[in-house]
C-alpha cells in the first residue's frame, strides 16, 4: 500500500472541523459537532412513495402489524426507479462522508414495516454497510401527550429513536426523530436505532432496505 492510499483511508475518519454552527449566545464561539455517524435527510417524491403504497396496500392486514420484502420489480422497475433514486442519494452520502465516489451499491433486501398501535421496534441494527429508512404513512390520531420526551426508552408516538454511546455529561447519544410521510433517512447499517409504540388509529407505514457498497 503506498503513501498516498494509506492516507486516504485513514482520512475517511478525520471529522471535519468545518461542520459546525454559530451558537445562538455568543456571536464569537461556533458549536463543532464533528463526531459520531452521518445521518441524512431528504425528501422521495410522491410518485415513488405512491407506487410503494399501491403494492403494500396490497399485503397488508387492516388490524395486524406485519414486514414484508418488496419484489423486484417495485424496487427496480420505473424510472426512476426506487433503486436508481436510493443510489444517487447513497452516491452524495459517500462523497460527504468519505470524499469517495460510490462504485456500485449491491441491494440486499428492501421490505415494509407497517405497524399499529402498541407495536414497537426495539432496538436493532441492520447488516450491510447503509440502510435507511422512509416513512410511508403515519398515525392519523395520536394522543398528544405521548410524544412527550421519555429518557428511559425514547420518544413515543412511533418516534425513530437513533442511539449512539451512552449517557455521558457534555456528550449526545440519542436523536429523535418524528416520522413524516416521505421523510427519507440513510444511515450506517451498525448504528442502534428502533421506535417506541404510539396509541391512536391509523397506520405507521414504513420501507426499509440494506445494502453493501462499493466505492472507487
Same mark, same amino acid.
Given at each position: 500500500?503506498?503513501?498516498?492510499?494509506?492516507? $486516504?483511508?485513514?482520512? *475517511?475518519?478525520? #471529522?471535519?472541523?468545518?461542520?459546525?454552527?454559530?451558537?445562538?449566545?455568543? &456571536?464569537?464561539?461556533?458549536?463543532?459537532?464533528?463526531?459520531?455517524?452521518?445521518?441524512? *435527510?431528504? *425528501?422521495?417524491?410522491?410518485e415513488l412513495i405512491?407506487?410503494?403504497?399501491?403494492? &403494500?396496500?396490497?399485503?397488508?392486514?387492516?388490524?395486524?402489524?406485519?414486514?414484508?420484502?418488496?419484489?423486484?420489480?417495485?424496487?427496480? !422497475?420505473?424510472?426512476?426507479?426506487?433503486?436508481?433514486?436510493?443510489?444517487?442519494?447513497?452516491?452524495?452520502?459517500?462523497?460527504?462522508?468519505?470524499?469517495?465516489?460510490?462504485? $456500485?451499491?449491491?441491494?440486499?433486501?428492501?421490505?415494509i414495516v407497517s405497524?399499529?398501535?402498541?407495536?414497537?421496534?426495539?432496538?436493532?441494527?441492520?447488516?450491510?454497510?447503509?440502510?435507511?429508512?422512509?416513512?410511508?404513512?403515519?398515525?392519523?390520531?395520536?394522543?398528544?401527550?405521548?410524544?412527550?420526551?421519555?429518557?428511559?426508552?425514547?420518544? *413515543? #408516538?412511533?418516534?425513530?429513536?437513533?442511539?449512539?454511546?451512552?449517557?455521558?455529561?457534555?456528550?449526545?447519544?440519542?436523536?429523535?426523530?418524528?416520522?413524516?410521510? !416521505?421523510?427519507?433517512?440513510?444511515?450506517?447499517?451498525?448504528?442502534?436505532? !428502533?421506535?417506541?409504540?404510539?396509541?391512536?388509529?391509523?397506520?405507521?407505514?414504513?420501507? #426499509?432496505?440494506? &445494502?453493501?457498497?462499493?466505492?472507487?
Amino acid at each position: 500500500m503506498t503513501e498516498q492510499q494509506r492516507t $486516504r483511508r485513514l482520512r *475517511k475518519y478525520e #471529522a471535519n472541523p468545518e461542520n459546525s454552527s454559530p451558537s445562538s449566545s455568543n &456571536a464569537g464561539i461556533e458549536l463543532l459537532s464533528p463526531f459520531g455517524p452521518l445521518i441524512t *435527510k431528504t *425528501k422521495l417524491s410522491v410518485e415513488l412513495i405512491d407506487k410503494i403504497n399501491l403494492f &403494500a396496500d396490497q399485503h397488508i392486514s387492516k388490524t395486524e402489524s406485519s414486514e414484508f420484502m418488496l419484489p423486484e420489480e417495485i424496487v427496480f !422497475g420505473g424510472v426512476p426507479s426506487l433503486a436508481d433514486t436510493i443510489g444517487r442519494l447513497i452516491n452524495d452520502y459517500v462523497k460527504e462522508a468519505e470524499g469517495s465516489q460510490l462504485d $456500485r451499491a449491491i441491494y440486499e433486501v428492501f421490505w415494509i414495516v407497517s405497524q399499529y398501535q402498541n407495536t414497537p421496534s426495539p432496538v436493532h441494527f441492520h447488516s450491510g454497510d447503509i440502510s435507511g429508512v422512509l416513512f410511508l404513512k403515519v398515525p392519523e390520531k395520536t394522543d398528544p401527550g405521548q410524544e412527550e420526551r421519555n429518557y428511559i426508552s425514547g420518544r *413515543k #408516538a412511533g418516534y425513530l429513536n437513533f442511539i449512539e454511546g451512552n449517557k455521558q455529561r457534555f456528550s449526545k447519544s440519542l436523536l429523535s426523530v418524528k416520522p413524516e410521510v !416521505g421523510d427519507f433517512y440513510l444511515f450506517p447499517g451498525w448504528l442502534l436505532h !428502533g421506535a417506541e409504540p404510539f396509541i391512536g388509529e391509523g397506520e405507521r407505514r414504513s420501507m #426499509a432496505f440494506n &445494502a453493501t457498497l462499493e466505492v472507487k
